[in-house]
């Protein structure tokens, strides 16, 4: 069931601090749509990186991408250095080149510059 009562009253900077401190499994996901559907994920790129993090280690890319194009649209979000980093590091952790190479060429697409890291 549910075990996020509806009437909670987080800020998204609360919320963000529990998804981080989830890091991963079915739990951080389930509370990232709960997110979602509750409004707390308009305009917040760290809930979207920290879920781009657990994915990638999933090797998700394909939710990576949907996830990516909604925050886009309807989150106001736009990617940025550190959501493409967490892309290229997840990707070439798991071996992946094609999926390294298209994140780099997609943050290159949309204007962002690289890092150090990247």
Do not use: H
């Not at 280690?57 to 979000?77: G, T």
């Not at 493409?84 to 952790?93: D, E, G, K, V, W």
């Amino acid at each position: 069931g549910n075990v996020i009562s509806t009437d909670l009253k987080l800020s998204s900077s609360d919320f963000n601090k529990i998804l981080n401190a989830l890091k991963g499994g079915r739990k951080a996901l389930e509370l990232f749509f709960w997110m979602k559907e509750n409004g707390k994920t308009a305009g917040n790129i760290a809930a979207y990186n920290t879920v781009f993090q657990l994915l990638g280690r999933q090797q998700e890319w394909e939710a990576i991408e949907k996830l990516l194009k909604e925050m886009k649209l309807s989150c106001r979000c736009e990617a940025n250095c550190q959501t493409f980093n967490t892309l290229l590091y997840a990707s070439s952790r798991a071996g992946s080149i094609e999926w390294a190479t298209k994140w780099f060429y997609r943050m290159i697409e949309n204007g962002v510059q690289p890092s150090y890291s990247s």
